[in-house]
T-cell receptor, first 116, second 112 residues
Framework: EAQVTQNPRYLITVTGKKLTVTCSQN?????MSWYRQDPGLGLRQIYY???????DKGDVPEGYKVSRKEKRNFPLILESPSPNQTSLYFC???????????????FGNGTRLTVT | GNSVTQMEGPVTLSEEAFLTINCTYT??????LFWYVQYPGEGLQLLLK?????DKGSNKGFEATYRKETTSFHLEKGSVQVSDSAVYFC???????????FGTGTRLTVIP
C-alpha cells in the first residue's frame, strides 16, 4: 500500500531534550516536506526537499533540522525543543514539485508533539 | 505574494443540508487550486483540484469552480452526510513554486 509513515504518533518530552520524528514513503517520491499545524494558523511549511541531499527552508524553519540521505526517508530533528514547538506535525511527499496539479501531496497521519 | 483565505469555522450542519465553504486567493502567477480534507486522526488527503480558470473540480459529491474574476474556489456539496465531518483546507500551488499555500482550515460537523 502506498503510504507515508510517521513515527511516533504521540510524543511528550521536556525542554531541551533532542528528539527525532521519522518519516518514510514507499512511493519513490522525489519531493518531501514537513508541516506543522496549529489552531487558527493552518499548515505551515517547516522544511522541504526536492531530492536526495537537497533540502530548503520553508516558512517556519527556526528550531528544526532535516536531512535527506535516502530518497524514502526525511527525518525531522529538534535539537533543543521548546514549548512553542508543541504542535501537530505532518510529513508529506509527492512525485515532483510539491503539491502541483499533476503531483498531489500525500500526507502521513501526523505526530502530536508536546514539549513541557 | 501568495495566500489563501477561507471562511472561519466551525460549521455545523444537519444531515442532507447544503454546504458552502468559501475560499479566496491571491497569487502572482497562474495557480492551481485544491481542496484537501482531514478526517479525525488522519493526515490530509486531496479532495479535488482545478488547474485553470472556469475548471470545475469534483469528487465524492463535492464541487468547486475556479473563478478567476473573483479569485475564488468555493467548496460546495448539495447534501452532506455525517461521514463528511472533517476539516477542509483550501490550497494553491503557484507557477514555479516549490510548495502549497494552505488556508487555515474549516471544521465541518454534520449532525444526524
Amino acid at each position: 500500500e502506498a503510504q507515508v509513515t510517521q513515527n511516533p504518533r504521540y510524543l511528550i518530552t521536556v525542554t531541551g531534550k533532542k528528539l527525532t520524528v521519522t518519516c518514510s514513503q514507499n512511493m519513490n517520491h522525489e519531493y518531501m516536506s514537513w508541516y506543522r499545524q496549529d489552531p487558527g494558523l493552518g499548515l505551515r511549511q517547516i522544511y522541504y526537499s526536492m531530492n536526495v541531499e537537497v533540502t530548503d527552508k520553508g516558512d517556519v524553519p527556526e528550531g528544526y533540522k532535516v536531512s535527506r540521505k535516502e530518497k524514502r526517508n526525511f527525518p525531522l530533528i529538534l535539537e533543543s525543543p521548546s514549548p512553542n514547538q508543541t504542535s501537530l506535525y505532518f510529513c508529506a511527499s509527492s512525485l515532483s514539485v510539491g503539491g502541483s496539479a499533476n503531483s498531489p501531496l500525500h500526507f502521513g497521519n501526523g505526530t502530536r508533539l508536546t514539549v513541557t | 505574494g501568495n495566500s489563501v483565505t477561507q471562511m472561519e469555522g466551525p460549521v455545523t450542519l444537519s444531515e442532507e443540508a447544503f454546504l458552502t465553504i468559501n475560499c479566496t486567493y491571491t497569487a502572482t502567477g497562474y495557480p492551481s487550486l485544491f481542496w484537501y480534507v482531514q478526517y479525525p486522526g488522519e493526515g490530509l488527503q486531496l479532495l479535488l483540484k482545478a488547474t485553470k480558470a472556469d475548471d470545475k473540480g469534483s469528487n465524492k459529491g463535492f464541487e468547486a469552480t475556479y473563478r478567476k474574476e473573483t479569485t475564488s474556489f468555493h467548496l460546495e456539496k448539495g447534501s452532506v452526510q455525517v461521514s463528511d465531518s472533517a476539516v477542509y483546507f483550501c490550497a494553491l500551488s503557484d507557477t514555479g513554486a516549490n510548495n502549497l499555500f494552505f488556508g487555515t482550515g474549516t471544521r465541518l460537523t454534520v449532525i444526524p
